[in-house]
């Protein structure tokens, strides 16, 4: 497969100027966008009465309440363990009441197991983080945490030395950043047009008699479930079928890893399908990083050194795949990365530089010396 050089180049050169990048987001406007999502985004009555006696039923609450698997990023486990290791009473202590979280967590999970086969609910994803429960009837499936991902919230990755006080706390956000995820992106496409990304439907199902404020232990995610899927093995074959008049395609695709700084574009969560004889990708199961530091501010990404890091990553997936299975397709994604970075390395810059003026002004002159 060949490309006319010159056609590639002045696609590169246009596109990113029709291109209407959105969430670059004041406090302000994140809070809008935070009320949006909670006004359209909730799960409409047909999927909400299908739930319903599921959410109601004895065995599904407990599994809720219980203890999950304890998953602990880098910097905040190696935190942990130095102190443990310094003999810090509360780090010890601390190691010993994950570990007891993740003892009970299997024996609430194995429980569950049973109860969703005795509704004749399957599981799509049973080694997974997240259970992706579904029946034959619904055309919707329901994504449970089986994981709690801890973090120090605000850490500095560089250093070594104990900054969290021990408990730590599990993130609060975790599963329903896929709303907010799935929203950015689909206001996206719409903004600018994109044939070529399948915008996902995802909702919140609030979870009765619990509170509304906005957090995983009040809400569910509901997402549409995508018909004739490719299988994972099959994913590489459908990314090596794109041809030179798929260019469009590869574009936006890179387009949407920087818009939205994802992470992980791996074979679980990215897909090529065929929608009225024309191909069209498929982000299927994006969430925040486990170790995104658990606010909800991070749905904006107003955290300039984690979007670098996280747009970063994302684009070593994607040019890890096409290097390996459509390296024609390769100096779009690289182009798009290089753009991308520079313009983000320089937001983090000049984030910091604001930051460190704040503190300047905060901590006032300098005393004067004689």
């Known amino acids: 497969m060949k490309f006319n050089k010159l056609v590639l180049m002045a696609a590169?050169?246009?596109?990113p100027l029709s291109h209407t990048h959105t969430m670059n987001l004041t406090m302000g406007e994140s809070e809008d966008f935070k009320a949006r999502v909670l006004r359209d985004c909730m799960a409409p009555d047909a999927i909400v009465s299908k739930v319903k006696d599921l959410l109601l039923a004895e065995e599904f609450r407990s599994y809720l309440a219980a203890p999950k698997h304890v998953q602990i990023s880098w910097p905040a486990g190696n935190r942990l363990r130095l102190a443990a290791e310094a003999g810090i009473t509360a780090a010890k202590e601390e190691r010993a009441r994950l570990a007891d979280?993740?003892?009970?967590?299997?024996?609430?999970?194995e429980s569950f197991d049973k109860f969703c086969t005795s509704q004749e609910i399957t599981n799509l994803s049973p080694e997974a983080s997240t259970a992706v429960l579904t029946k034959e009837s619904w055309n919707f499936v329901l994504l449970?945490?089986?994981?709690e991902w801890y973090d120090t919230f605000d850490y500095d990755k560089t250093a070594l030395t104990v900054k969290q006080p021990f408990p730590m706390q599990p993130s609060q956000f975790q599963n329903i950043s896929r709303v907010f995820y799935t929203t950015q992106i689909n206001d996206f496409i719409?903004?600018?047009?994109?044939?070529?990304?399948?915008?996902?439907?995802?909702?919140?199902?609030?979870?009765?008699?619990?509170?509304y404020n906005l957090?995983?232990?009040n809400y569910l995610v509901a997402a549409e479930k995508i018909p004739n899927l490719p299988s994972i093995e099959a994913r590489a074959g459908k990314f090596s079928e794109l041809k030179a008049e798929d260019l469009s395609l590869v574009m936006q695709f890179a387009e949407v890893i920087d818009e939205a700084a994802l992470w992980s574009v791996e074979a679980s969560n990215v897909f090529i399908i065929e929608e009225q004889g024309s191909f069209k990708v498929l982000f299927?199961?994006?969430?925040?990083?486990?170790?995104?530091?658990?606010?909800?501010?991070?749905?904006?990404?107003?955290?300039?050194g984690e979007v670098v890091s996280n747009t970063r990553t994302g684009f070593e997936e994607a040019v890890k795949l096409f290097r390996a299975?459509?390296?024609?397709?390769?100096?779009?994604?690289?182009?798009?990365?290089?753009?991308t970075i520079a313009r983000r390395t320089l937001q983090r810059e000049e984030a910091e530089k604001r930051a460190q003026l704040l503190r300047e002004l905060k901590?006032?002159?300098p005393p004067v010396t004689e």
């Open 101 to 109: 979280r993740t003892a009970a967590a299997q024996q609430s999970s």
């Open 215 to 217: 957090s995983d232990e």
């Open 190 to 211: 719409r903004d600018n047009n994109f044939k070529n990304i399948h915008p996902l439907h995802q909702w919140l199902i609030h979870i009765p008699d619990r509170p």
């Open 12 to 15: 590169l050169a246009i596109a």
């Open 363 to 365: 901590a006032g002159p």
């Open 144 to 147: 449970v945490p089986r994981c």
């Open 284 to 304: 299927l199961d994006i969430e925040k990083p486990g170790i995104g530091g658990g606010a909800d501010v991070n749905f904006y990404h107003t955290h300039a």
């Open 325 to 339: 299975v459509n390296p024609a397709h390769l100096p779009v994604v690289e182009f798009v990365r290089d753009r």
